[in-house]
């Protein structure tokens, strides 16, 4: 029997019908998802309209909602994130692959994909009981000292806040970032690594000509799948940002993200608008994550295509 | 002229390289000082108490068995419930839709859930089964976490059932079987290890995960008897007690970690070592 066609005999069709159903069960979970979350936000959604995408007010009592403190605080602290484990992940990878020797190299990629499954809650509890002193004591006031003239790092030297929440967050992802540009990296043929050294050129510029111009669309797409975990990640931020819903200029202020939102407040939401203010919030993080992985999914897939791997 | 444009390669090279050679140390060590906190803070908390005793007010004697053991049956429960349904989407991906319309659509559902964040597959199990039931339950926080372990098990089933070689089905086809016994039997077999694999992965994934469980399973400080109420499990006890001011209360959640970090790297191993010996 050819792949594809619907089988014949009553066990064959139970089958059939059996793992269709589980299938479909999928897809239709995330057709539930977005149908529900809508649903259960309508009356914030008919309430406020638009306004609500740009609104910075988040008051519970005055039940007046608005998601532009939480938007802003997810994307602030994702793009710290990105800022530091971006080019962190890509030159770990870029040692792992064109320069340590293989028992390093091999040892260290266990090690990190061991690490890219610790759980978000412990990258939590570290950011707060041992990364937030040592913020307060040593980070923040060397940044206040040197570039306090800038609003950014101007405030309260608390250890807690969306710097912290971003560095945590940077430190999540790395291990990722890494494994996934290290993959990259490996796809460079051999051949043309070996002709560029044939030539005289050094590791650094064999580096930068062939395996970076070769890879960069893939590590592109590495880096959105990062930023797609970052955009959504909960404990890790929640434990260390302080949730305040005011909109701060201050790096070092307490502010909150979608997701620490949601995790804070959701359980113990009385009123009914506040509760479907929150499964807005939800459906606008889902709105952000569903783009950036589409983005990463094209992306991969044509890199993929011209690069002919194996995947 | 030519000697000092080497020198200067040569320098910028050693710079390079030596600045990558920091970032990877700087990773390792940062990432390495996390998990030696963890287990470090974490033992000082672990003894006979830590296992045996429910949790307790702060300043009183008690443990975190109650956790423990919720955890254990959210997790079985969600284990029971998600891996075989993923089983199942991943073999009709791989036996039956191949790459028609519904495979397609299907495996790019997987993808975009298993990119979901987490807290929100508790909000849509909160809309499913907390609000129509009318409180939070370990059922439904059961059914978070299969939700979760879903699209990953169905995933690794399609990709390992695919490595299954052709000659394999048809000459078991050719003797007379059933395609169902076919692929339960034969297929199956072969892909037996890359199968544990994914469902390890899918576990590991999720005995960490404490976003799913906040508004479904809640926490409780009872024994779980029953779960239609709401049930005691680790990750949302860390988070309550690391929040807490308590000194006690904050040293249990240490000791939790540890145990949680442990039990999730101890699963992550035991998948890559069923995959060692799938790829052999």
């Not at chain 2, 970032?23 to 974490?42: M, P």
């Not at chain 2, 008897?225 to 499990?233: G, I, Y």
Request: glycine share 10%.
């Amino acid at each position: 029997m050819a792949p594809g066609t619907v089988p014949k005999s009553f066990g064959d069709r139970l089958f059939f019908v059996v793992t269709a159903c589980a299938a479909a069960l999928v897809l239709a979970l995330l057709v539930v998802l977005v149908l529900r979350l809508t649903q259960y936000a309508w009356p914030a959604i008919s309430r406020f309209g638009l306004r609500f995408l740009v609104d910075g007010r988040w008051d519970i009592g005055a039940e007046q909602f608005g998601a532009a403190s939480s938007i802003y605080g997810t994307l602030i602290t994702t793009l710290i994130a990105m800022l530091i484990a971006a080019p962190l992940g890509v030159a770990s990878a870029m040692f792992l692959v064109e320069m340590a020797p293989s028992w390093l190299s091999g040892s260290v990629g266990v090690a990190l994909e061991l690490l890219a499954a610790v759980p978000s809650i412990i990258y939590g509890m570290w950011g707060l009981f041992i990364f937030a002193p040592f913020m307060a004591n040593y980070v923040q006031p060397t940044l206040a000292g040197w570039l306090g003239f800038l609003p950014l790092f101007q405030g309260p030297k608390m250890g807690l806040g969306v710097l912290t929440a971003g560095i945590i967050l940077a430190l999540m992802i790395l291990p990722f970032i890494t494994a996934v540009s290290r993959d990259v990296f490996r796809l460079v043929p051999p051949v043309m690594k070996e002709s560029a050294y044939g030539v005289g050129a050094t590791t650094w510029e064999v580096t930068r000509d062939v395996s970076l111009r070769y890879g960069v669309a893939g590590i592109a797409g590495a880096l959105f799948l990062g930023l797609g975990r970052a955009l959504g990640e909960t404990m890790a931020v929640t434990f260390v940002i302080g949730n305040n819903h005011a909109l701060s200029a201050s790096l070092f202020d307490a502010g909150n993200t979608i997701a620490s939102t949601l995790a804070n407040e959701f359980a113990e939401a009385d009123s009914d608008l506040h509760r479907a203010a929150l499964v807005e919030l939800g459906l606008v993080l889902f709105g952000m994550t569903l783009v950036f992985q589409l983005l990463a999914q094209l992306w991969l897939r044509r890199v993929r295509k011209s690069m002919g791997s194996r995947r | 002229m030519t000697m000092k444009r080497l020198a200067y390669r040569r320098w910028t090279d050693r710079i390079a390289r030596a600045m990558a050679a920091l970032a990877a140390v700087f990773g390792v060590v940062v990432l390495g000082a996390i998990l030696l906190t963890v287990v470090y803070r974490g033992a000082s908390a672990l003894g006979i108490d830590f296992f045996t005793l429910a949790t307790a007010a702060p300043r009183e004697r008690g443990g975190m068995a109650n956790a423990l053991l919720g955890t254990f049956y959210l997790v079985v429960l969600a284990t029971l419930l998600g891996v075989p349904l993923g089983m199942l989407c991943g073999t009709y991906l791989a036996e039956f839709g191949r790459e028609g319309p519904l495979a397609v659509a299907v495996r790019f559902a997987c993808e975009i859930l298993m990119g979901t964040p987490s807290i929100l597959i508790g909000v849509l199990i909160y809309t499913l089964l907390v609000v129509p039931v009318g409180g939070f339950s370990g059922y439904a926080g059961a059914v978070a976490l299969a939700v979760i372990m879903i699209p990953v098990v169905a995933r690794t089933t399609d990709e390992m059932l695919r490595l299954v070689p052709h000659e394999l089905r048809e000459s078991a086809l050719a003797l007379g079987a059933p395609h169902w016994k076919v692929t339960l039997g034969v297929v199956f077999t072969a892909a037996r290890s890359g199968l544990v694999t994914g469902a390890l992965l899918a576990l590991a994934r999720t005995s960490g995960e404490t976003a799913p469980l906040l508004f479904t399973a809640l926490n409780s400080t009872a024994w779980p008897r029953d779960l239609t109420e709401p049930t005691a499990n680790l990750t949302v006890t860390i988070y309550n007690r690391a929040m807490s001011p308590f000194d006690d209360w904050q040293q249990m959640a240490w000791g939790a970690s540890l145990v949680i970090t442990s039990a999730v790297l101890g699963l992550t191993v035991a998948a890559r070592w069923a995959l060692g010996r799938h790829c052999r």
